[in-house]
């Protein structure tokens, strides 16, 4: 079995900014929807992925392939931290997962990271290792969590995230200054899908 990390695509949230249609519906120019071409961008750097969605999430209705990997958040309405409590707790028990060295955590909503910048992150992945990306300084998407801190993210409740367990951990965090301004493109409001439409057709 590969040691090589896996992508979780984090997509159970209610993304309330953005208004009353669902955002992981949202069309880009190539036709794709938001969270699909999140999945296409992730799968073309890391060979398993996994879309994180609520129970009630039809992954066909959101232009995911019948087929795609999906893990279930039932606490999805708790908050983030319990979508990645439930997402790293099911990763922590999957046997095809169990030489992993690490987990990318993407948001579905940033399908504009290069794919050169989701290979270096995952050169540097290291069981004892925290990976993120710098742009100009700034920490970005997606961050790679090293499976010595698997448990703690499952540990996790509520809408605080995994910041807490990356503060805990700072001496084991290695940043990569990276020259893509995608790490930082997510879309919180309709007006934000501007920002994708670029010649390759994202």
Known sequence: MSQAPVAVILAAGASRRFGPKDKRLARLPSGRTLLAATLIMASAA???????????????????????PILRAPRAAAGLGASLADAFTALGTDPSLSRAQAAAVLLGDMPGIAPDTLVRLCDAAAPERIVRPLHAGRPGHPVLFGRDVWAELADLDGDEGARR??????????????????????????????????????
Do not use: K, M, N, S
Request: glycine residues 6%; proline residues 5%; hydrophobic residues 45%.
């Open 46 to 68: 890391f060979a398993r992925v996994r879309v994180v969605l609520r129970d009630d999430d039809d992954p066909v209705a959101l232009g995911l392939p019948a087929d795609a």
């Open 165 to 202: 367990v990356v503060a805990r951990h700072r001496a084991r965090c290695h940043e990569l200054e990276i020259d893509d301004p995608g790490i930082h493109l997510d879309i919180d409001v309709a007006d934000d899908l501007a920002t994708l439409w670029r010649g390759d057709g994202v």
